[in-house]
């Protein structure tokens, strides 16, 4: 029986030797690794020296959490765009819609903002030891904050027309197969990964 499936994979951790392998008579060495090759890079890998990544649970989690402030901003602002017009025959119109996401999204991209960029942690992501990290250096993404902040969230002023809430949903599970960060949409806008808090 030979110690190799039919792949060529080394089923007892024997070194193979000759020609290509590297080892042993008549060996020739192969070019090395490729500049900034990481031996423990795979899913959920990370710069050295950065936290481990968030998990899908985590981030879900806190998302979660997050859509809190997003409903008590659409409760109030319904309220004041809406008031006296509930019972209009015609409805409430594309005008009065439209200034209502507007006024919602844009309150929510200023609470995800003024959150992210200043310590990386929303208030779902303190709950969930969770932080927004610059991919280069692992610090709280600062001006980045804010462009994560609106690529994530000011689509969703066209959910009147379902274009935002495709692309939220689209962005969103983009990190479930994106390698080796799990970056959503918004991460690689901004250049910036989620970690453990620690």
Not at 49 to 63: D, N, S, V, W
Not at 96 to 103: I, K, N, S, V, W
Not at 135 to 146: S, V, Y
Not at 161 to 186: M, S
Request: charged letters at 10%.
């Amino acid at each position: 029986m030979s110690d190799k499936d039919p792949y060529g994979q080394n089923f007892y951790g024997t070194q193979p030797t000759g020609p290509g392998s590297g080892t042993g008579p008549g060996a020739v060495p192969g070019p090395g690794p490729a500049p900034g090759y990481n031996p423990g890079y795979g899913p959920g890998a990370v710069p050295p020296g950065m936290p481990p990544l968030a998990t899908h649970g985590q981030r879900f989690l806190a998302r979660l959490i997050d859509t809190v402030p997003l409903i008590v901003i659409a409760v109030i602002v319904s309220i004041a765009i809406y008031a006296g017009h509930w019972s209009d025959a015609g409805g409430i119109g594309f005008g009065r819609q439209f200034l209502a996401d507007l006024l919602i999204y844009g309150l929510y991209f200023v609470y995800e903002g003024v959150m992210v960029s200043r310590t990386g942690q929303t208030l779902g992501k303190m709950v969930l030891k969770i932080r927004v990290a610059q991919l280069a250096d692992g610090n709280a993404p600062g001006n980045a904050g804010w462009q994560r902040a609106a690529v994530y969230v000011l689509p969703g002023v066209l959910s009147a027309i379902c274009i935002g809430a495709i692309f939220w949903l689209l962005n969103v599970l983009w990190c479930t197969w994106d390698k080796p960060y799990q970056q959503c949409l918004h991460d690689k806008a901004a250049k910036t990964v989620v970690v453990q808090a620690g």
